[in-house]
């Protein structure tokens, strides 16, 4: 159980250009999803936290509207880069969790979607 | 501040058995949790510790004293698929969990 799934996990685009990327929890209900981003040899960076049917709270330094989240149902949230810069060639990795309280705060990780930005 | 405090790397044997240790300080604590990353891949879930006390899960064990701000993570039986990274991550007040740089683990034959 507790399976999430990214898609693509690779993408190249040129500069300038939108891509989306798809986070999905196949076996439960994902109340609250984060994305990261982590580049190479470094920790992970907690970019958001959307919570199902309402607006996504963003890190400090996080460009909101350079990033957009929508976590539209319980078991999907998308993370649009839009108007993509070579600095933003990154690892991003969602993750899903089910409720609240204790264990039920496990956050399961999708496999990651590998950006480059030519 | 938050703050997370973990080796950057160690170096075992295969069939031997490491500790990898972590303190941590957070703005309150609702447990920790141990993720295991390989090299290009997402972290995946390995333990959760709530309550002091050693929890025991196959070869992989993970250890809790609240009043220290102090877990390790214990690996047994060594394997060479075990070289990843361990990430021990507590999780603050708001159920945020918190994120160090990790323990980049080598297995040497």
């Known amino acids: 159980g507790a399976v999430v799934s990214q898609h693509p996990s690779r993408v190249i685009c040129k500069s300038g250009t939108s891509v989306k990327i798809e986070c999905r929890s196949l076996d439960f209900q994902a109340t609250t999803m984060f994305w990261y981003r982590q580049f190479p040899k470094q920790s992970l960076m907690l970019m958001a936290t959307s919570n199902e049917g309402s607006k996504a709270t963003y890190e400090q330094g996080v460009e909101k509207d350079k990033f957009l989240i929508n976590h539209a149902s319980l078991t999907l949230s998308t993370l649009t880069v839009t108007s993509a810069h070579p600095e933003d060639s990154s690892f991003y990795i969602c993750s899903a969790r089910s409720s609240s309280g204790g264990f039920q705060e496990t956050q399961y990780f999708g496999p990651g979607t590998r950006l480059l930005v030519l | 501040g938050q703050n997370i405090d973990q080796p950057t790397e160690m170096t075992a044997t295969e069939g031997a058995i490491v500790q990898i240790n972590c303190t941590y300080q957070t703005s309150g604590f609702n447990g920790l949790f141990w993720y295991q990353q390989h090299a290009g891949e997402a972290p995946t879930f390995l333990s959760y510790?709530?309550l002091d006390g050693l929890e025991e899960k196959g070869r992989f064990s993970s250890f809790l004293s609240r009043s220290k701000g102090y877990s390790y993570l214990l690996l047994k039986e060594l394997q060479m698929k075990d070289s990843a990274s361990y990430l021990c991550a507590p999780m603050d007040s708001n159920y945020q969990l918190i994120w160090g740089a990790g323990t980049k683990l080598i297995i040497k034959p």
């Open positions: 510790n709530v």
